[in-house]
């Protein structure tokens, strides 16, 4: 079968296009890839905040899935809406990679390390209100640009250290420049972080079929749980909001989650795991949210749908 994939220009976006591709390509099939750029690709000196999220690095993926000029297309699942539109459908979760955010500094080994005042790198809301939480004496800096040119600020100097999502750099062979990874319990990864999402139409009966096999279970139930979490909450990708489910290591699931304003710092975490296996993700999603509002999440929410702040 001759597939088409779209991906972003990227070099992260690329590696992974080009894995799916090879894996597709062991299965007897043929594979092109093409580079589509997107809104957040040409918009990248404008803040998150300033531009919203929602589909601003899938809508022209989509848009040439709609019309048959690519059959699939291989997303950073985070970038991904929590509710696709309807011709579209998420078609495969391969096996995830390290979810969790990781800090990375040419001068300090880790958070804790950083001086009073230190200036941290980051594009995200969630990142900025966790550092916040952690160290309210830190000065968030916003930054964008892909893994290299973020680096490339780094190593010059504008600033002391940049936060960034630990799969990026493992699946770009650049792990060098990790200086400590980030656990769930304190510094929560967005939705989906650590996976790809394959998409494609629903009514594509046989390239769903193709890539079937790329899906695996446990990552499957994991972002399915996080991500309808995430939209119970009402937040994109861009709003201070962290969940991630994981396999219990007594068995089961556990799932963290957090609601962060990035100007106070304030937050509300919870926890919970499920000793006996769920079988409706979902509805382990749902548990998080009932417990976040239950804690008193209500009100940081409602804060940020006022304000319009979207990361």
Known sequence: MNLRIGSRGSQLALWQAHHIADLL???GHSVEIEIIKTTGDRLQEVTFAQVGSKGMFTKEIEEALA???VVLAVHSLKDLPTELPEPFALAATPPRLDPRDVFVSVNYANLAALPQGARVGTS???RRAQLKALRPDIEAVEFRGNVDTRLRKLAEGQVD????AAAGLDRLGKTEWVRERLEPADFCPAAGQGSLGIETRKDDAATIAA???LDDPATRFAVTAERAAL???GGGCQVPIGIHCRPHAQGGEEIFAVVADPESGNAIRVFHSAPH???DPAAFGHLAVQKLMDA??????QLHAQGGVER
């Open 25 to 27: 390509r062991g299965q």
């Open 277 to 279: 296996p769920q079988s």
């Open 124 to 126: 995200s809301q969630r």
């Open 161 to 164: 250290a940049i936060l960034l």
């Open 296 to 301: 008193g999440a209500g009100p940081l929410l």
């Open 231 to 233: 939209a119970a909450l």
């Open 211 to 213: 890539v079937a096999f």
């Open 67 to 69: 019309d048959g000029r």
